[in-house]
């Protein structure tokens, strides 16, 4: 199981420390017998089965006077329901509610995931994660706005807004369909990916580079401060649980915009 | 004689420096909605759905940058 236990052990060479890198995130696989099933991979599938039976048990049992158990799965269900969707996409909202909530339960498990003491490193650190999820999110917003308005429709909802005149259009026209049909993926996955990655990378420097200079190094100025690093990353894992929800819920919370302004009608 | 020598990526500089824009947008938007919040409390939850996204779209910039800065980073 060396895989599982990568990323935590202390990156020590011949000549001295070796500072935390983009090679801090290459996970061997789990097995040499299949390369894909890495750490990451297997964090996903957790994830998948410890949502789902959250949802099954929280859906299983409705009493009319809920118990603790179920009244933390209503304030979950809630948060998406009224923050995210009804907020976001208004009255037409019931119909992408199990989307956002998937999304929104998936993304934040496999955020955790980066504090959670067994597994150490958020799920989305490795790029193709958020590249899929974003991939998906772009299929469903564009796929609602065709439904909605038509192929032609859609492409002219979305590159031209309403009340431009026309000597504006050669403008406004590129620069809205790169903004909305190109750019808005990119920005979405890259915004996950960069959080948690710059997220791990931070807490990766802190505890590993005072674990090098209380353990490694002879003078007490460096064992120091070591202390300090190790004490002030416990500060830098509080600042990670909540970066990571805040971009969990972004990350729902734009999806939900995307769908709405596609599926808007003209005004 | 070299006084000092530092050794490292110029890409990282190039992000401390493209870091500026978007932390004083961030901040901007946030300052607005604590004045917004001041002078209208009842408002917040409106303000605070529009501030989520301008932070989003702000923040993409800085996002950008930490990903070129990667991609620099070897020059």
């Known amino acids: 199981m060396s895989g599982f236990l990568s990323g935590l052990v202390p990156l020590e060479t011949a000549d001295g420390f070796e500072a935390p890198g983009v090679h801090s995130f290459d996970v061997p696989p789990l097995f040499e017998s299949v390369p894909w099933f890495d750490k990451y991979m297997l964090q996903a599938i957790i994830s998948v089965i410890l949502i789902l039976a959250f949802w099954l048990i929280m859906a299983r049992k409705n009493a009319l006077v809920p118990s603790k158990g179920q009244y933390l799965g209503e304030t979950a269900y809630f948060f998406v329901r009224n923050t995210i969707a009804r907020d976001m996409i208004g ?78 259009w050669p403008l406004i026209i590129p620069l809205e369909f790169v903004s909305n049909i190109i750019v808005r993926p990119i920005t979405l996955s890259l915004r996950l990916f960069a959080n948690m990655f710059a997220g791990h990378l931070l807490v990766l ?63 | 004689m070299t006084p000092m020598e530092l050794v490292g990526s110029l890409g990282i500089v190039g992000y401390g420096l493209g870091a500026i824009g978007p932390g004083i947008g961030v901040g901007l938007i946030f300052a607005s909605v604590i004045q917004g919040t001041a002078r209208q409390p009842e408002a917040r939850g409106a303000m605070m759905g529009t501030a989520w996204i301008g932070f989003a779209v702000t923040e993409a910039l800085a996002i950008i940058g930490i990903a070129l800065a990667f991609v620099f980073g070897g020059l």
């Open chain 1, 91 to 168: 009255h037409d909202f019931r119909r992408y509610l199990p989307l956002l909530i998937a999304l929104f339960s998936f993304v934040l498990v496999n955020n955790i995931f980066g504090v959670f003491p067994l597994s150490l490193l958020p799920t989305p650190s490795h790029v193709g994660w958020p590249y899929g999820l974003a991939i998906m999110v772009w299929v469903i917003y564009n796929g609602v706005g065709i439904a909605k308005h038509g192929p032609f429709g859609y492409l002219k909802h979305t590159t031209l807004p309403s009340g431009v005149p026309a000597f504006m």
């Open chain 1, 205 to 267: 420097v802190f505890v590993l580079g005072g674990e090098y200079l209380l353990l490694h190094s002879e003078s007490i100025v460096n064992k120091t401060a070591g202390v300090v690093a190790l004490i002030f990353s416990m500060a830098i894992f509080g600042l990670e649980i909540f970066v990571q929800s805040l971009q969990a819920f972004i990350f729902t919370v734009l999806t939900a915009q995307y769908i709405s302004s596609a599926a808007a009608e003209e005004h």
